[in-house]
């Protein structure tokens, strides 16, 4: 049997497999499982939840869902500004910018983490590990739905470090109105899912995070993007290829992009926290689903530590991933079990003890500087509307230092090597 790392079979093999092409259409894919009976089964998960997520959101549901979006937009709104007002630190001390720039982005996190618990009233329930918040780490869930990274911030709040979270997203979010350059800041890292362009870039952020000392939690979906038919296909499609079990509730990793990071961070990496996220009964596959206030009831984390002693040597990129494909099977049958139990009775377990109190205290520190900061921006704005246009053009700013510098994670690593030799002089 081939491993998830292994290249896909060429010559006559290749030419007599029907799906050899890596251009087919999700059409394509479509007719030639409709007979295979593993597939449709697995399949089937996703139209289930499909089937559970197609009732018409109710008034509330509406109210709710408009709620959220506003605050949520507000408090982007006002967070570019502390960006921009940090943003001038990089140059003159790293050391407090950063500072800064993380106490920005715990606070940040906070507003969604807010408006998921009190708006929408999401309970959290965590299993297994408890993370060691001071830890350097990666952090590897399964990717149910677009929206499975902010859905881990309260996990974060509870058991980890919000500040230190670094996120491995796609390209065109660091382009988000407001929230993009915040990201871009927090050194979110974002990839344009092609090794040949990514490989540099990924490589130069990792050395960012040990040159300058960062803490770091990295956040990365092996399976490279969420669960949807359309990609259920294509992961089929590839088991199938290479002689691999069809999964039903997650997809074949892609491991190059993770084996490539511990390797690159060697021996300062401490652990590795597999995390298997699930939701119930609803399942938000998109930014829609927060639109519409259809939210699930109740979030399900498991959380697995894996210390460095017990992964294979960080340079052995071929075991490596053989370990994370053997992890993902893992996660396969322990998300099988979980929605195997009727809806309102799912768990992985016993959950774990969580620092509730710990939760309350950022809850209500900054809900109070979310409503005093609204306030003295409203008023401010009233009495010199002029500051309007001065946040207006705040934005154009630093929309184009945006597109000259490529990104300001970018600007960062550029400025670097000349705060390096400063420091070295």
Not at 3 to 11: D, L, M, Q, V
Not at 20 to 29: F, G, K, N, T, V
Not at 180 to 209: C, I, S
């Amino acid at each position: 049997m081939r491993t998830s790392r292994e290249a896909p079979p060429t010559g006559a093999e290749a030419s007599t497999n029907p799906l050899s092409s890596s251009s087919l259409s999700i059409a394509d894919l479509e007719t030639h499982f409709r007979e295979h009976t593993g597939v449709q089964e697995a399949l089937g998960h996703v139209t289930e939840t499909r089937r559970l997520n197609a009732a018409p959101p109710t008034p509330l549901q509406r109210l709710r869902g408009a709620t959220f979006m506003l605050m949520l937009i507000l408090s982007m709104a006002y967070c570019y500004i502390y960006v921009m007002l940090f943003f001038p630190l990089l140059y003159i001390s790293p050391r407090w910018y950063h500072r800064c720039v993380s106490l920005l982005q715990k606070v940040w996190f906070q507003m969604p983490i807010l408006l998921f618990e009190y708006v929408f009233g999401i309970k959290y329930s965590i299993y297994g590990d408890q993370i060691r918040d001071h830890e350097k780490m990666i952090m590897t869930p399964n990717h149910r739905t677009r929206l499975d990274w902010m859905f881990l911030w309260p996990v974060l709040l509870r058991q980890g470090s919000l500040e230190n979270e670094r996120i491995l997203l796609k390209a065109p979010l660091k382009h988000i109105p407001l929230a993009g350059p915040a990201m871009q800041m927090f050194n979110f890292v974002f990839l344009d899912r092609r090794w040949d362009k990514d490989e540099a870039y990924l490589t130069d952020m990792l050395r960012h995070f040990l040159r300058q000392q960062l803490k770091y939690q990295i956040l990365i979906f092996p399976e490279g993007t969420d669960l949807e038919r359309s990609t259920a296909l294509r992961s089929h499609h590839f088991a199938q290829k290479q002689s691999l079990p069809h999964y039903h509730c997650v997809m074949h990793p892609r491991v190059k992009g993770f084996t490539h990071m511990v390797r690159t961070l060697g021996s300062d990496l401490e652990a590795i926290y597999d995390m298997t996220i699930a939701y119930d009964p609803i399942v938000p596959r998109s930014e829609f689903a927060v639109l519409h206030g259809t939210m699930p009831s109740q979030t399900h984390v498991h959380i697995k530590r894996y210390p460095m002693s017990e992964l294979p040597p960080t340079d052995d990129e071929g075991r490596v991933g053989e370990w994370c494909a053997k992890v993902w099977a893992e996660k396969e049958q322990r998300l099988k079990e979980f929605y195997s139990k009727p809806v309102g009775a799912r768990s992985f377990g016993t959950p774990v003890p969580t620092d509730e109190a710990r939760a309350l205290r950022w809850h209500i520190g900054s809900a109070i500087f979310f409503a005093v900061d609204f306030a003295i921006h409203m008023y401010i704005s009233w009495l010199y509307p002029w500051t309007v246009v001065v946040m207006f053009l705040c934005y154009v700013l630093g929309s184009v230092l945006e597109v000259k510098t490529g990104g300001l994670e970018r600007l960062e690593l550029r400025l670097y090597p000349i705060e390096a030799d400063k420091k070295s002089k």
